[in-house]
């Protein structure tokens, strides 16, 4: 292999997109991945930690939406501030830093002790794990040839939903407990040890060889595909040759670019989706425990219940392993977002254990399904120079809405019980369908240029 030739002739996109399928690229995505096992763990300790709070007399149901909102309203900063930060200073050192907020402000969070600081520490804990499954559905996107890029991406989403089950089985652990602490504070104080994992995680993953290219580092850029393709040439034998793609060359990347044309329609396009997605796949999981506690269930079943339907997590990411890459991506989502609309409703009629749990697990598997497809389809449609902006900007919408969208759940809880909960989730899912079915572009095997 001539490293020199094919840097003279040949774009870092034009070299990642002819690597074959590897081992490396798993144990890269898995090594990449890390830090989104913290944000799925914040985002679905919630509903457990939050019952419990709601049990010990610290918020009652309705007051818990602020705790729920806090979290949410931090990521959106988050989401936001550091996509716009990834594309200027890197994915790697965003990514690492965006951590280590995170994990300072959990572990502040486990040991305090009124309401009021309590929502204020997971408000800045948010703004760090917020970012990232932005930057890290940009960095593999980025990283992975356009022919396997779903199939790597959905593997990323299942190494993440790994955490649910974790922590649902945690919660069943200790929140019933006091060591010392509650047990609720026992389950955030491990979330927040992110920070002793995060050195290790940045020795071992490269910078971004786009990004790089982007920014005029072509020299780094050149170390990192030589680097990257030695490492799969060993693994595979000899490389095929790059195929030369037309790329049109731009000016400097400014955040006004996703509000014109011919980005402005996937930008409002998505936007509206992430408002909408983020109240099906997060009223779900934050509130489900709370839920059914408000039915009489005790708080102890309530997890149980909880840890069983947890369990089947990291199943939806394995069927889009499968399926991601073969069947067209904005099909499958409104698919999958119209099923969800009806298992929730089901969902919400059901009394008996047998049943709560039975649909809890279907509408589960949807949830995570639809997760690892939204996430690789909303980093497909935004240039290299925009990815992380783009898609910060437009995720950062489901950040805002599930702030708020707590806040309207517990008042429909109130007026309405659990069946207005999950119509109004519902509801939320089929307007996502109709916005990516009607609005939302072709990806799939597309090179990220073509797009």
């Known amino acids: 292999m001539n490293s020199q030739k094919q840097v003279q002739v040949y774009s870092v996109s034009e070299r990642i ?79 690492v830093y965006s951590l280590l907020i995170y994990s300072l402000f959990t572990i502040l969070m486990a040991f305090s002790s009124s309401a009021s600081i309590i929502i204020v520490f997971r408000l800045l804990a948010g703004v760090g794990v917020g970012a990232q499954l932005v930057i890290i559905d940009t960095y593999i996107t980025e990283l992975t040839p356009s022919k396997h890029r779903g199939f790597y991406l959905a593997f990323s989403q299942f190494l993440m939903y790994l955490a649910v089950p974790i922590v649902s089985f945690l919660s069943y652990l200790l929140v019933p407990t006091h060591f010392m602490m509650a047990g609720w504070r026992w389950v955030v104080l491990i979330g927040g040890l992110g920070s002793i994992v995060v050195w290790w995680v940045r020795q071992g993953i490269p910078e971004s060889p ?14 990192t595909m030589s680097k990257l393709e030695d490492i799969i040439e060993k693994e595979k034998g000899s490389l095929p040759e790059p195929q030369e793609t037309e790329v049109s060359k731009t000016d400097r990347a400014r955040f006004l670019e996703i509000l014109r044309p011919p980005y402005r329609g996937r930008t409002v396009m998505l ?16 509130w489900v425990p709370s839920l059914l506690v408000s039915e009489g269930v005790t708080l102890v079943d309530s997890l149980l219940y909880t840890f069983i339907i947890a369990l089947v997590n990291p199943v939806g990411p394995i069927v889009g392993m499968f399926t991601s890459d073969k069947l067209q991506r904005k099909t499958q989502i409104v698919i999958v977002a119209i099923v969800m609309a009806i298992v929730g409703t089901i969902f919400s009629f059901m009394r008996l254990p047998f049943f709560i749990i039975l649909f809890g697990i279907i ?29 910060g900007f437009t995720y950062g919408w489901s950040r805002l809405s599930a702030a708020f969208s707590g806040i309207v759940i517990a008042h429909l809880l109130i007026a309405f019980g659990v069946i207005g909960v ?25 090179n990220l240029e073509e797009v």
């Open 17 to 95: 997109n002819r690597l074959p399928a590897s081992n490396y690229f798993l144990r890269l995505v898995a090594r990449i991945c890390t830090g989104g096992l913290f944000e799925f763990y914040e985002l679905f300790m919630v509903g457990s930690v939050g019952a419990a709070m709601v049990s010990a007399k610290i918020f009652t149901t309705q007051s818990l939406a602020y705790f729920v909102g806090a979290g949410f309203l931090g990521m959106f900063v988050g989401t936001t501030l550091f996509g716009k930060i990834s594309d200027k200073v890197g994915r790697r050192d965003a990514y």
């Open 363 to 391: 509408i589960t598997l949807l949830n995570s399904w639809f997760s690892s497809l939204f996430h690789l389809y909303q980093a497909e449609v935004f240039p290299t120079r925009i990815r992380a902006t783009g898609v």
């Open 271 to 286: 936007s509206v989706f992430n408002l909408f997605q983020s109240v099906g796949f997060y009223g779900f999981a934050s």
């Open 422 to 446: 999950f119509v109004f989730i519902s509801i939320s899912m089929l307007i996502c369908a109709v916005t990516i079915g009607a609005f939302g572009p072709r990806t799939n095997k597309k």
């Open 210 to 223: 786009r990004w790089q290219e982007y920014v005029g580092r072509t020299k780094q850029a050149d170390e």
